[in-house]
């Protein structure tokens, strides 16, 4: 059975240990030890990651009675062998200020609004809280924050008890023990008292800070994520660097970056209407002028166009646009990039296309995909090289029906 240390020394990060088992676990390697400080993961706490002789463990979790120590590969331990271990404190702090920062908002939340928590998740980039709400005000958050913060500043002191479930009222608990025997009961200071196997720190004003960057729907409910700790620090850093390049890029005070966006924008959508306009004033233009010079074949007018060079998305714009009250028939293509073409066929007026003929004689020239119905048929090919051969050969099927 592995010593636990952890709880006694939350604050140690080496130790000396025996190895009492090396075992394969999945697709990883674990080791047990007489004794650790390694969290093995629970209660929305990751397990800890350190060294062990001269491994890497990637991760700790429970084994009944033992605690494992996972490695990726199996690590070259003897059982019996004494090892000198250190904690990856860097992670382990970070979680400790993730889990406390947890307690402290849980407890502000349930005091000051009557709000429960029901799931926690401290994951890699922000912790989660689920809470028994579909909703929770921008006025609400502005709150929490502030009572979180205020009781971080107020440094309080946090500490854990071991206690049998008969020595205490669970009815003082924020929430009911998952546990029935012995229970460890975390306080802080007046403010909230709780059953939790996880690691904390010894005073709130260790968690730094907390920031609420969102709110998200979930089962029905919300889940606010938090930014704790070194990552609330981390965060205000790059939203600094955001706000900064912001105020540059539109020559604007922090407070009116928002109002110049939102002009942009308007700006952005009003160009775009124009240059919609401007696109269709384009292609009937270009049609219609094609259409003036174009061949006629038994009174239809016959248009076969390269449009390559040409702004992109022309013949999108022109399919929207074909004329009326004159007979045609056109055949337009227009190279995209280096490796495909986009074509289109339509006709007009009392003009017709047998599409099937051009389907059979005509889509393998340009490797051609797509189709459409009556008098519109459109696609891409991908074999640029046989544009001429297709325009070409259209012209011929049109000549002959
Ligand atoms: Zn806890």
Redesign the pocket.
Known sequence: MTERTYYQKPYEKNWEAVVTAVLPHKKLWAVTLDSTLCYPEG?GQPGDRGVCGSYTIIDTIKGGDEVLHLFADKPKLKVGEKVSCTLDWDFRFDYMQQ??G??ILSGVMYRELGIDTVSVHQGETYTTIEVDRDEVSGAEIELIEHHANSMITRNLEIWCDEKSDEEFDAGTLRRAPKVKGMIRL?TIDDCDI?A???I?TQRTGEVGLISCIGVEPIRGRVRLVFMIGKRAYRDYREKNLIISELTNLYSAKQHEIVTQAQQKVEQIKELQCQISMIEKHYAQKLINSALASADEVQGVKLVVLDLTGEPSGLLKIISKTLPEGVSFVICLLQENSPSTVQWLIASGGSASIDFNTVRSELFSLIGAKGGGRPPLWQGVGTKVEGKESFLAAFTEIQKRS
């Open positions: 209660g889990h406390t947890q307690h975390v709780v939790c196997g996880g904390h």
